[in-house]
């Protein structure tokens, strides 16, 4: 036991070396959060946070499952492809309970035009129309059924 | 002072103890998404896009993106013949109402780009941040934990897209999360359910049956910026070469 002997003050300082680790040790495990570097360097939990979010659009699958008449009309025309949101909006409230929220029904006059008012920089097989000149004025739904806007009588397709 | 044996006993124990703490992690409490089943792009075909903002309105709903700022937008290119690397590009509060008619009708071309964030597979802005707030989710989207985040902006400086700004009422960074509360629901995002013509397609490049592997097969499809090397997964069709 001669080797220890005047080696005091190394233990002491040993002994302040291994209280700061735990120290370090301890008071990183209060901080950091638990989920931090689970797949990288940052917080795990903040994913699951994000996915929580809630939802506006219900998505048209939501919406078909009631409204299959509507789904039926729509399926062969040419607005098979267009959403039911991208028109009346964000409705999650009415798939989770439709009597809390009754939607408004678009307004033509302003929602037809917003995709078939004629601009240049449109792709040119896209249907568009100088609206001023095409309906004198008359609503859209006069003669297109928006759910499937081609006109019965053999017109415009 | 010397460390006795029963010293040194009770200090492994409690070392042990605090590592034990430092290293358990709370479980995933995602219980039918698989996060490491999914790698998640968007395919934009510009072909299709009309220009209606249908998306920029649909993804300010769905995310409470406040007014004047976009994680998504919509801009209009107008090449002339004569000077393809000079394009001019107006996006008029990002597209969310339209787009004013066009000027020159007979000169040159126009053309819609919707834009988003890329959700780039080596994306530069995670790289900068010095807190570790942004990251690439193992399924591929780009996030910001809001709560870690110090809004220091440094992410905002780095992304070549400008997809991301600071929150006027968080203070903090915020971008497009490719509707990540939906995306891991079965839905796809609130611009694609709005798309009026199919112009924007979420993409899951892991799924072997998402018809996007037939698409980049038989079309030219480009990225933005592939110089950058950010690994964006943002597919353009279409796209053309002014655009930058």
């Known amino acids: 036991m001669g080797v220890f002997k005047d080696a005091g003050h190394l233990f002491r300082f040993l002994a302040i070396f291994v209280f700061l680790f735990i120290a370090f040790w301890v008071i990183r495990g209060f901080v950091v959060p638990k989920s931090f570097g689970k797949y990288g360097h940052y917080r795990a939990a903040s994913i699951d946070e994000i996915a929580a979010h809630p939802l506006h659009f219900a998505g048209h699958e939501a919406c078909e499952t009631c409204h299959v008449d509507v789904a039926n009309v729509k399926k062969d025309g040419k607005h098979a492809h267009v959403n039911c949101e991208a028109c009346h909006g964000a409705l999650q409230k009415h798939a989770e309970d439709p009597a809390s929220l009754t939607p408004t029904k678009p307004d033509t006059a302003t929602l037809c035009v917003r995709c078939h008012e004629y601009s240049a920089a449109r792709p040119k097989n896209f249907p568009q129309v100088h609206a001023a000149e095409h309906s004198t004025g008359l609503p859209c739904e006069t003669c297109h059924q928006p759910h499937s806007p081609a006109m019965t009588s053999g017109g415009a397709k | ?244």
């Open chain 2, 1 to 244: 002072m010397k460390i006795t044996r029963r010293q040194m006993l009770v200090l492994l124990p409690a070392a042990a103890i605090a590592w034990e703490h430092v290293m358990a992690g709370t479980p995933e409490a995602a219980p039918n998404y698989t996060m490491s089943e999914h790698w998640w792009s968007m395919l934009i075909d510009i072909p299709k896009c009309i220009g209606c903002g249908n998306c920029v309105r649909a993804c300010k709903e769905e995310n409470d993106v406040p007014d004047g700022f976009f994680r998504t937008w919509v801009e209009r290119y107008h090449v002339e013949d004569e000077d393809m690397t000079n394009p001019t590009v107006i996006s008029p509060d990002g597209g969310k109402e339209g787009f004013p008619p066009v000027e020159k009708e007979d000169e040159g071309k126009y053309f819609f780009v919707p834009k988003l964030c890329n959700h780039c597979a080596d994306s530069p802005c995670t790289q900068v941040c010095p807190v570790g707030a942004t990251f690439v989710t193992p399924d591929g989207v780009v996030l910001v934990d809001q709560k870690y985040c110090l809004g220091c902006a440094y992410c905002v400086q780095a992304c070549p897209y400008g997809c991301r700004y600071i929150h006027p009422q968080k203070e903090v960074a915020d971008k497009c999360t490719l509707c990540y509360h939906r995306i891991t629901k079965g839905l796809t995002t609130a611009c694609c359910e709005a798309c009026p013509t199919g112009a924007r397609q979420l993409v899951d490049l892991k799924n072997p049956n998402d018809p996007i592997h037939e698409f980049l097969r038989t079309h030219a499809v480009q990225i933005l910026k592939p110089q950058m090397a950010t690994g964006a997964k943002v597919y353009y069709n279409g796209l053309d070469g002014s655009v930058r």
